[in-house]
């Protein structure tokens, strides 16, 4: 893919350019490269539900102390994960 270059001459050579104008030269340039691609910042993945997030992470503890991680500690967290959702 061919990506078109962006022209740095709308910036001073001094580096020193007012905010407005700094803004509409974005503007331009933004609109020049990006032209009908959308909005690029989007929604990101979804998230998971903090009922999601506390049943994979009493996994995760389950997991650690069936290796020998502090197994009786992970293994009460990860209960109490559990039954605060049960």
Do not use: N
Not at 26 to 51: C, I, S
């Amino acid at each position: 893919m061919v990506r078109p270059c962006i022209d740095h001459s709308g910036l001073s050579p001094s580096g020193r350019v007012s905010k407005r104008a700094r803004e509409a030269w974005e503007k331009r340039e933004l609109a020049r490269l990006f032209d009908g691609m959308g909005d690029l910042r989007g929604e990101g993945p979804p998230q998971p539900t903090e009922r999601e997030r506390d049943l994979r992470q009493a996994q995760q503890l389950e997991a650690l102390a069936d290796r020998g991680m502090c197994p009786r500690k992970y293994r009460r967290m990860a209960d109490e994960l559990r039954a605060k959702h049960a």
